[in-house]
């Protein structure tokens, strides 16, 4: 499991990269994330991230019909989302790459 002070750092990053990827709404956010091995993810923890992304102007949210049941909220990524996920890619990949290395040094 995951611990949660870890994945504060990098779930925000990771939600707006779903995001990206397609325009999408909470649920289906979480299982995205269930399904790659988030599986202690709720909506609960998704929907104040959606809100805070939002509220930084990384995201845009706007209300469509759904095939089934009632209109969905779904999400879309700005221009500044992109700028700051092409900076959370940056700073993920430098991070990965220096914890490699201390741990490349031997664990117990």
Avoid: C, W
Wanted: charged share 30%; aromatic share 12%; no cysteine.
């Amino acid at each position: 499991m995951i611990e949660s002070q870890m994945l504060k750092g990098v779930i925000e990053g990771v939600i707006l990269h779903i995001i990206k990827n397609n325009e999408t709404y909470g649920y289906e956010i979480v299982e995205e994330l269930k399904n790659s091995g988030f599986y202690t993810m709720t909506e609960g923890t998704v929907y104040p991230i959606l809100l805070r992304l939002s509220k930084k102007g990384l995201i845009l949210g706007a209300y469509k019909k759904s095939k089934i049941g009632p209109k969905r909220k779904y999400y879309y990524i700005t221009a500044k989302g992109r700028d700051y996920l092409k900076g959370f890619y940056e700073s993920f990949d430098e991070l990965e790459e220096v914890v490699s290395n201390v741990l490349k040094k031997g664990r117990l």
